[in-house]
C-alpha cells in the first residue's frame, strides 16, 4: 500500500492512542498461565499483539473480545496443551521471545516460527539462557526462527545478559515460572520493567536490587482486570511531528510513562523540547499521564550508551528530528538497532538521503548533521512498522508531496496511525 503525505502546516489537537505494544504481550502471556479469567482493557490493536494472541489460543487458552477488549480464560501453570500446527508469531520479536520462555516450561513440543523479516532475527540470545535451564531447542542454522522447543523440568538459573533486551529477561524469567527455586537475572544497563510490574501484579514474588531481579519459581498467578496505557513508543512519532512542524500544539491522552521508557521526555526536555505532563497517575503499577508539547526550536545533541538502549525503538524517528536541530544529532552504541525489524541503521539513512537529508552510517551508528532542509520523497517502509511511521512524520516537514511504499507496515504496531495523522496533521496551502 502506498500513502502519499502533504507538508503540514501544523500537527495541533488532542489524540488518544493505541495500547502499549509491550505492555499487552507480556499481560496476554502471563493471564495465559494464570488462574481464572483476566479482563484486558486497550489490548494493542497492532498485528503483533494479535500474533500473540493467536498462539495462546493454539496452546488451548480461550481467548474472548475483540478490538481491543479481551478476556483471557487462564489455565493455570500447567494447563497448556500441545498446538495441533506450529505456532505464528508472524512479525513479532516479542512474541517469539518471550512465549518461548513458556514454552520451555511445558511437557510437550512446540513449533513457532515467523515471516520474512523475523526469520532473519538472532534467537541464540535465548536459546542460550533456555538451554541452560534444561529445555531442548533447535533453532535453524543454530541460530534463526523456526524454533523446536521440548520443555520441562526446568531448572532454576542466574544468569547475565550479554545485550541489553527487555525480550530476552522476561524470556528468562517466564521459563522461571516453571522451575522449582529462584530465577535471576542480571541486566548490563537497566531495560523495560514492564515483566517485574506485570509479575507482581498477577501476584508473582518477584524483587529487584540494582540490576538483578529475583523471582521465585512456581507462584500463584491469579487472574486479574487491567488496563494497558497508550504505548509511548507509539506517542513518540506524534511528539516528533509536533516538534518538527511551527505552529503544532499536540495533546496525548493516558500514554504510559514508566521511567523505563520515558526517556525519550528527558532526551526531548534537555534538547530544548516544550513537554509537559500536567499530571500523573499509577494503573496497575505502571504511571500513566497526559503528553503536551508544542513546536520549538531544538538543539541536537549525542545519544549513546545508556540512552541509546533506553531509547532504541524511537531512534528511526529520533534521527528524522535531528536533522532538523541545531546541531544534529550522533547516535552510538545502537548495534541492535541492525537486527530489528529490518536493519534500521541502513533503512533509516537510506530514506533520509532519499529527502536530500546528509547522513551517514557508522558500524554501530548515525550521524546526522543539522539545519537541514526536507524534500519531498519516495520513501519505502521496507516492510519496517517504525521506519514506515518516522518517514510519514518527516513528510509532514517536507517542501513537496512525498509517497510511502509499503505503508501497511504501520499496522504490526499502529493500525490507526494513517488515520490520527490525518487528524491532526493540517495539510499546507
Ligand atoms: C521490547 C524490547 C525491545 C524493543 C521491542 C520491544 C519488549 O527489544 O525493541 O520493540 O517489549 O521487551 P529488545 O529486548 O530486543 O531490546
Known sequence: ??????????????????????????YAMIAAVAEGATRIRNYSTGADCHSTLGCLRALGVEVEGQASEFVIHGKGLDGLRASTGDLDAGNSGSTIRMLSGILAGQPFRSRIFGDESLSRRP?????????????????????????EIEGGDLHPIDYKLPVPSAQVKTCV?????????????????????????????????????????????????????LTVPSDLSSAAFFIVAALLVPGSRLTIHGAG???????????LSGIGAKIRIPQLESQNGELVGDIEVEHAPLRGGTIEGGLTAALIDEIPVLAVLGAATEEGLTVKDAGELRVKETDRI????????????????????????????????????????????????AALHADGESVIEGAEAASVSFPEFWHTLSRCAQVRN
Not at 257 to 267: I, V, Y
Open 123 to 147: 534467537m541464540q540470545r535465548i536459546t542460550k539462557p533456555l538451554a541452560e535451564m534444561g529445555a531442548r531447542i533447535r533453532a535453524r542454522q543454530d541460530k534463526y526462527p523456526p524454533l
Open 346 to 393: 541502513h533503512t533509516v539513512v537510506d530514506n533520509l538521503r532519499r529527502m536530500g537529508v546528509r547522513a551517514d552510517e557508522t558500524a554501530d551508528g548515525i550521524v546526522i548533521p543539522g539545519r537541514q532542509k526536507f524534500h519531498g520523497a519516495a520513501f519505502d517502509s521496507f516492510g519496517d512498522h517504525r521506519v514506515a511511521m518516522a518517514f510519514a512524520v
Open 257 to 267: 510513562l514508566n521511567p523505563t521508557r520515558s526517556a525519550l521526555l528527558d532526551f
Open 173 to 225: 524469567l517466564f521459563a522461571g515460572l516453571f522451575a522449582d527455586g529462584e530465577t535471576s537475572v542480571t541486566e548490563p544497563v537497566r531495560s523495560r520493567d514492564h515483566t517485574e510490574i506485570a509479575l507482581r501484579e498477577f501476584g508473582a514474588n518477584l524483587t529487584s536490587a540494582r540490576s538483578k531481579i529475583s523471582l521465585a519459581g512456581r507462584p500463584r498467578l491469579r487472574g486479574r482486570e
Open 1 to 26: 500500500m502506498q500513502k502519499r503525505i502533504l507538508p503540514a502546516s501544523s500537527v495541533s489537537g488532542s489524540i488518544v492512542l493505541p495500547g502499549d505494544k509491550s505492555i499487552s504481550h507480556r
